[in-house]
């Protein structure tokens, strides 16, 4: 089992910048599959990005191609969500997830999550 902490949440402006981090317990951190997913009041758990276990996969939803960029330290335990050109539309609680087995953009794929953290972007 892995425990995982996401931190950098805040308040931004719209156009601002943010980097998120989630730091994972244990010595095998590099045996899971890491996903950055985000939920808004109301809506559904969505997929936001995913990294595979030696970082060498990457894919991103539609919404933050081209302003999101996910990467992993595996040295330190570490996936960070580095968010560019926010807009109110990311405001939303974003959380990370692992799972040892699937490179998925499914919340149901994946079996541990952190707490979350906040992101709200100002118009």
């Known amino acids: 089992q892995v425990q995982l902490v996401e931190s950098g949440g805040g308040l931004v402006q719209a156009g601002g910048s943010l980097r998120l981090s989630c730091a994972a317990s244990?010595?095998?951190?590099?045996?899971?599959?890491m996903a950055w997913f985000r939920q808004a009041p109301g809506k559904e758990r969505e997929f936001v990005a995913r990294?595979?276990?030696?970082?060498?996969?990457?894919s991103y939803s539609n919404s933050v191609k081209g302003r999101f960029t996910i990467s992993r330290d595996n040295a330190k335990n570490t996936v960070y969500l580095q968010m560019n050109s926010l807009k109110p539309e990311d405001t939303a609680v974003y959380y990370c997830?692992?799972?040892?087995?699937?490179?998925?953009?499914?919340?149901?794929?994946?079996?541990?999550w952190g707490q979350g953290t906040q992101v709200s972007v100002s118009s």
């Open positions: 997830a692992a799972s040892p087995t699937f490179y998925s953009a499914s919340p149901r794929d994946y079996e541990y």
């Open positions: 244990g010595r095998t951190f590099n045996t899971y599959h």
């Open positions: 990294i595979s276990k030696l970082g060498g996969t990457i």
